[in-house]
């Protein structure tokens, strides 16, 4: 034994996972080699596996383990029986002298380096077979925080020992194939941080949903860290862009969301608990466990551990609230969207509709349905039905057995990091998690649909749904001289897409993240004193508590969402067009009945230009462009180009840019570029004048359509005439396309024709068009139908 019982972080790494396991060799090899890059980790040591080899060989316990595991095999004895068999064994054993000396030995100069005796401890399970690229073993084992005193710490090494054969790590192993007796265990000693009185949680290097490479994923909640991995609160999220994390000046957070946590863990008092959960103070619920700077230091860590690595990475943190110094306690590679085929990826969608029962947190992006199966002990496991619907409060490792078995997850607690959203990934089992009151609402034997399909929302519905499944080869994908982009709806949507081979996003409606995201009319932020409606009132001090002022809200809340849209498709192109909503949509905004005035025909009302220069909404306007220039300035989307809708005469175009310069948005200026829509016959007729003011025009079909042929587009009984293909459309798109090129300028399409009529879109090649943005669902098959019109192009 002698020597090779303990090691210090300090002389260990990647390579003696054989030796300290996956977790311990991880901690081992960020201590050795990262600190030179900040990365703060902990100090510690940890057992080796030749300390469990002999404390088994010195309790003679090999055979007895043997024994039960064959009686395991032989359904002889249940999963519960053996496992509680095999602990005991382990339980009721000691420590060889020599082992516990030098354990103890290194605990005292563990102490003595931190200037403290008796020092707080976190002594965590690290088996041989863990962390690796294709099975994380995530929580299989015991890990035991707040342990102070020589006793205790042996205690809790024994207690991990005894953890390599819980329910959940023996069914985990067997559904792996690994021999359990070849599995050794070892025990991370490592200074505690006093998250306790700051903060902790989770991070992904990859988006561990949609797979996107891009972003750093952070969950965190108040104190000790296990909440957030165990699943019992819902934790702030947090999104960085990885790419702009070394840019000057820049802020790359794609996304701030406010989790409720209700608990958190802290240290106990005293007695044999060394932890206890305690209901949130209110304060500390409705405030961010991080700060901006701390999002990013941990941001940037989260690339220096995965170029490191070379592989998307897993990662543990924790704030010390006494020091505010963050660290580093774990990282283990990703093992799910890491695996994932680099060219395919699978699209589902809901061909019908049902009642929404709840909603939470998508976990994967597929749809299942079944019967809802609830429960609410673990003691009451065995009581699962196969291929049902799980509905639980949250998981742990215990419920690995059965959350294989399901064909969905449904918790009331957790978040995009928790332990049910980790195991449903490596499953395959789509989840909603984080629902808040499933267990009431789902009742036992309920049929239900749960979708993930829809990006970060998963929503349940009754009854069992029908949806179809696509399988998408993006090796198929031809290459185009044509600029072929996408229009995409919502930041969700940006992420659910970010594999297609896209030159950009053509279309992003501004209008879409202020509806979904933010709900409030902007001048009822503006001047909330105006606002009649006293539920409208509630709403907004609802929505914008914990803001500077409510105008931050709509700033912030539309920044993000924008930065987030335009984050996967960075450094190509990303076209914004400012809100377009006509009043009687901007009155169904909360506030907005106090704004808008009815309207006989609002498609020809009050939208778009018109009202970005009027007193009645020139304020609102403004919090838009402050939005854009914290995109474009501050958190570095400088890829991010400025769309002007329904500008109808060249006068109000020169207005536009005049308030767009006012508030901070000059065109040219930090590389801003402004498109206009082309949408109007008047912007045709006119289109000479109007690329003079404008660096593009993007060609909106679907209105241009409407007024060439004085059709009302939403008319159903007109529908058979309302026809982008018909020849006086079709000539007014080729004169500004003709007019835009004469005047130097690009010129595209975002409307819907391409997208619907393969046939339309080569006439839009045959004219030279710059670019065509299309909807995503519909890109394969369309950017097929532009290569076949390029080559015949080029043929005649």
Known sequence: MGENSVVWFDDIGIADVPRVGGKNASLGEMVRTLATSGVQVPEGFATTANAYRAFIAANGIEPALRRQLALFHSGEASLRVSGEALRELFLGGEFPEDTAEEIRASYRALGERAGQANLA??????????????????????????????????????????????????????????????VALSVGIQRMIRSDVGGSGVMFSIDPDSGFPGAAVISAAWGLGETVVQGTVDPDKYLVFKALLEETGRTPIIEKKLGSKERKMVYAAGGSARTRTIDTPVRERQSFVLTDAEIVQLGRWAVIVENHYGRPMDMEWAKDGISNELFMVQARPETVQSQASGTTFTVSRLTETGPLLVSGVAVGESIASGQACVIRDPADIENFVDGAILVTEMTDPDWVPIMARASGIVTDHGGPTSHAAIVSRELGVPAVVGTGNATEVLADGRLITISCAAGDEGNVYAGALSFETETIDLGAVPTTRTKVMVNIASPVAAFEWWRLPADGVGLARMEFIISNLIKVHPMALVHPELVTDPVAVRQIQELTRGYADPEEYFVQTLALGIAKLAAPYYPNPVIVRMSDFKTNEYAHLIGGGSFEHAEENPMLGFRGASRYYDPRYREGFALECRAIRRVRDEIGFSNVIVMIPFCRTTTEADKVLEVMAGNGLVRGENGLQVYMMCEIPANVILADQFATRFDGFSIGSNDLTQLVLGVDRDAGELAALFDERNDAVKQMISQAIEKAHAAGIKVGICGQAPSNYPDFAAFLVGQGIDSISLNPDSFLKTVTHIADAERERDTN
């Open 121 to 182: 401890v976190a002594v965590r399970s690290s088996a041989t077979a863990e962390d690796l690229v294709d099975a994380s073993f995530a929580g299989q084992q015991e890990t035991f925080l707040n342990v102070t005193g020589e006793r205790d710490l042996l205690d809790a090494c024994r207690r991990c020992f005894a953890s390599l054969f819980t329910d959940r790590a023996i069914s985990y192993r067997e559904v792996k194939g690994f021999d359990h007796l070849d």
